[in-house]
Each structure stands twice: as C-alpha cells, then as structure tokens.
C-alpha cells in the first residue's frame, strides 16, 4: 500500500528490526557502562536489610514492561534529540559518581540513560508507555550512608517517643530518655535495627505499585503513596510499644523473643494490609468494591502523529548509542585512575602526653569499627592534674570512594539515652592566632548527666563544621585534586555538677590549643604540605 505517511499501524519490516538491534545494542552496552554502579547495588541489597527488597524491583519492571509489550511496539514514534541529551547528562553524572563515591549520581545516571533510550528510540510516545516501569527502578536505589544515617536516628526518637506514648496509654510508668525505654525493671534500648527503615523502604516501593494499580483520583493515588511513611513509623511504633507491654506483664527474658518474632516480614505483612484497608475505604467511599477499583489498568498505545517520511530519521538512535559507548569508556577510565593518598602518621604514635594532658588510649569494639569503615582512628581519654578530662576522638578515611565516610555525631549522639539540649555553629581562634578553625557545639543530656561536645570535619587541610559542605568540597576535591581523604574530629567533656558551660568551654579551648599542633601530620594535609613524623613511639599497641 502506497502511503507518505507513518502512523501506528504502517510500521515497516526493516525499521522494526532495526529498532530492535538498536534496544539490544544499547541496553548491553548501558549495562556494561554501568557495571559497577549496579554491582554496588547487589551488594548493598544483600548486606543491609532495608535494602533487600531490591532484589524484587527489576523483576517488576520487567514484569511492566512486557504487560505493554503490544502498547510499546504500536507507540515507536520519531525519535527525539532529547534522548542524546538525557545520555550526555548522565554521562557527567557517572564521571562526577565515580570521582566522588557517590554512587547515588552512578545509580540515578542509569535510569536517566533509560530515559534517554526511551526517548532516542521513539520519542515522546514511547516515553509515556514505559515511564511507569522506568521510575518503579528509583526504588532500587539505596540512599548514601549519611542520609541512612540521619534517618535512622530520626526514626529511632520517632519511634521512641510513640512506642513510649503506647505504653502510657495503658497506664504502665514508663521513663523515656533519647532511645531508651526505661521500665523500672528493664530498659528497652531501641537500636538501629528498630528504626523502621526496613519496612520503610519497601513500602514505599510496595506503595507506587498500589497506587498505580489503583484506579482512582489523583489525589487519592498519592495519599496512597505517600501514607507509606505514616504506617511504617505508627507500625513500628506499636511493636515497640507491644514489647513494652511484654516486658512490664510477663518479665524481660520474653522482650527478645517477641521483639524478633513481630519483626520483618511480619510487620512489613502488617503495614501491606492497612495500605490495602486505606485503598478499600476510599473504594468505598466511591460506593464500589475493592476489586473495581484495584487492577492492572490497560495499556493504551500512545497516539503518533503522522509524520512525512523524510523527516523520520535514526540519527538520534545511533547518538545514544554513541553516547552510551562514552558512558562506558569514560566510567572505565575514572574507575581505574589512580587517587592520590598523601602520607601522614599514624594514630598509634600519637603522644599520650600533652602540656599536662595525660592520655589513655581505648579501641573500638570490632563491630562498630566495622560498621564506621574507618581506616585508622584515635579514642583516647586525657586527663589533667585536677582530674578534669576531654575525650578526644577522630576517625580518618583514607577514601571515600568505597562508601564509608565520617559519621556526623549530630546524628550518632542520639543513643544510649543521650539527648541534643542545644546545637550551634561557632568558631575558635587560638590566642596567638595560630588557630583558627569552625566547629560544632552541642550541649548534650542524659537525666541529670550534661557533657559538652566540639566537632568539625577536615578536608585536605581544611575545617569545615557542616556536614553537607564538606560534602561539596569532597565532590570539588575528588574531580579537580583527585582525592577524597578526609576525618571527623571530636571532644567530649563532662560538665560537673559545680560547673557551668562556659568552664566546660574553657577545658574544651584550653585542650584544642595544645592538641590541635599535634593532630596536623595524621590529618588529611593539605595539596603540597610536607608531613612531620610522629617522634612518640606507639602507646596502645593498636595496629593503624
């Protein structure tokens, strides 16, 4: 049939075929490119559990997909020159990704190269047929550490304060103290892995999917969606507040029994059926079942306007294939450049003794020094004449690329019942000059216990005091100096009963004076600083 135009049904042999050599190529070689991005993925879905429901996402997607298969061959449009821009976008993203660690950027590279794909392959029409699929995989994407991080402190106070809130309401004394649960005769600790991040996450993803196959108003899909954070943290809220319950009724030899048996599937079951109520109360509000409402909608090709043959090129199509080669190259490049370690000491030769300071060196258990990642660190207790005392504590990363990276105390305080009573900014300038850094101070208290707490970050031979912008400098460090070492610095002192803070303050300045002198050779220098050796011999007997 003699026709100058290309409309749905009038897609020839050849061009088929070409398209689908063109999906194959592309889709081996952004999957080549992005290899390590990916197997980053598996390997934080197998080790945190939060995550595990990764393993679920592609096949979904896949699932997705190919319920649309008829609906994307019949919406293959005129390829768009904004798919190539897409890729060059997402090249940049994986260059910056790998150069600073954030894998995040890697990880979001990949699907922005899908978008592109879609895109380059048949524009716009074939773009509203898989963006469903193609955002799904966002959920795959594990956040970075220190938003983890802060996120599960927040939801450990969170869940705290409601499980506290539960136990009350059924008449039980209960003392609360940061993420202590204080019984009388137990104390419930709730730890990271009660937080509720790991039901959090996959219902989240557990939450798009309903609200996509919920076949209701705008407005009612996205409470849907977004009433996933509510129920996780009312849910996990309540299992904490049952085992209080548990402990105060029947004794605490029973709290890690029930603790463990109301938790994972369980409770994620729980949370997937009041997300399943939400959907049948607002099904009913409409005056229809559940079933009426709920299901795979049908997928409708996207209609393609008819356009004049000659303008139907593949120019686009073979520029994102192009692109998706440098992808490849470009990320194999910076992977096996190189970084740059500068030398410097070692923390087992830090002096124990300092102007009238006498240290004490302690270690971390082995499970916190796993977790932290830290590549050497100093915990030591010093002490002057009078008995006053300052812990100092820093932790250094020799890089951040492999994804561990200074924990912020901000977040980490939180714990063993410790509370933030008041965070400031401030800054410290020696007497002489010599010194001048930013730093953190956080006035923290447990029960009738206050300490005072200093804290900043160093970064190739510069304080930083906020988190987020050491941040930055390590993403501008690692592209322009290749580097990305870096350490958290930290000191801790009592405030005594017959003390103020601003003698905790002076303890606190007086330590920095005549400490911060001996921390510069076994912190990240500076480009060009030339390192002095350590004279002390080691004291602790702790390999670095």
């Not at 956080?442 to 804290?455: A, F």
Request: hydrophobic share 50%; charged share 15%.
């Amino acid at each position: 049939m003699k026709t100058d135009k290309i409309g749905v049904s009038k897609l020839a042999e050849p061009r088929t075929l070409l398209i689908t050599v063109a999906i194959a190529a592309s889709l081996v070689v952004l999957f080549f490119g992005f290899s390590k991005s990916i197997l980053e993925l598996v390997r934080r879905w197998s080790v945190e559990e939060e995550y595990s429901h990764g393993f679920l996402i592609p096949p979904i997607a896949a699932w997705l997909v190919w319920s649309r298969r008829e609906a994307i061959v019949a919406s293959l449009g005129r390829p768009s020159w904004i798919g190539p821009v897409l890729i060059l976008v997402a090249l940049a993203m994986r260059v910056v990704g790998e150069l600073s660690a954030l894998y995040i950027l890697s990880q979001g590279a990949f699907i922005l190269s899908l978008f592109g794909i879609a895109l380059g392959l048949g524009g716009f029409p074939l773009l509203r047929v898989v963006f469903i699929p193609i955002v799904f995989l966002i959920f795959a994407i594990p956040m970075p550490y220190f938003i983890d991080a802060m996120l599960t402190w927040r939801l450990q106070l969170i869940s705290s304060e409601l499980g506290t809130f539960f136990i009350r309401l059924l008449g039980i004394p209960v003392y609360l103290e940061g993420n202590v649960i204080d019984l009388g005769v137990y104390k419930l600790q709730v730890v990271e892995a009660c937080s509720g991040l790991r039901y959090m996450y996959p219902l989240l993803s557990l939450s798009f999917l309903a609200a996509y196959l919920f076949q209701a108003p705008l407005w009612q899909r996205a409470v849907v969606f977004l009433s996933a954070v509510p129920i996780t943290i009312l849910m996990n809220s309540l299992r904490i507040g049952l085992v209080g319950v548990m402990v105060n009724y029947f004794g605490p030899q029973d709290a890690d029994g029930f603790l463990h048996m109301f938790e994972g599937w369980i409770i994620f079951m729980a949370c997937a059926l009041v997300l399943a109520a939400e959907v049948a109360v607002f099904a009913r509000f409409s005056r229809k079942s559940f079933s009426e409402v709920f299901y795979p909608p049908k997928i409708v090709p996207s209609e393609i306007p008819a356009v004049p043959r000659t303008t139907f090129g593949h120019a686009p199509v073979f520029a994102c294939l192009a692109l998706l080669c440098a992808v490849a190259v470009a990320g194999s490049f910076v992977s096996s450049r190189q970084e740059i370690r500068p030398d410097r000491n070692s923390f087992a030769s830090f002096p124990t003794a300092i102007a009238g300071w006498q240290g004490r060196a302690s270690t971390l258990d082995k499970n916190t020094e796993r977790y932290l990642g830290v590549t050497d660190y100093l915990l030591s207790d010093y002490v002057t004449a009078g008995g006053r005392q300052v812990n100092l504590y820093v932790a250094y990363y020799a890089s951040q690329r492999s994804g561990f990276a200074p924990h912020s105390p901000s977040v980490c305080i939180p714990g063993n019942g410790w509370q933030i009573a008041y965070f400031e900014r401030s800054h410290f300038t020696s007497d002489n000059g010599s010194i001048s850094l930013p730093f953190n101070r956080v006035l923290i208290t447990r029960g009738s216990e206050r300490q005072l707490v200093y804290y900043w970050f160093e970064g190739r031979g510069q304080q930083i005091a906020n988190e987020y912008v050491s941040k930055l400098y390590l993403l501008r460090d690692a592209i322009l100096k290749n580097r990305t070492d870096g350490a958290l610095v930290r000191l801790t002192t009592p405030i005594f009963p017959a003390e103020s803070e601003g003698d905790a303050d002076k303890r606190l300045q007086a330590f920095i004076q005549v400490s911060f002198p001996q921390l510069t050779g076994f912190l990240p220098a500076a480009p060009g600083a030339k390192i002095k050796p350590a004279m002390t011999p080691p004291s602790n007997g702790r390999p670095s």
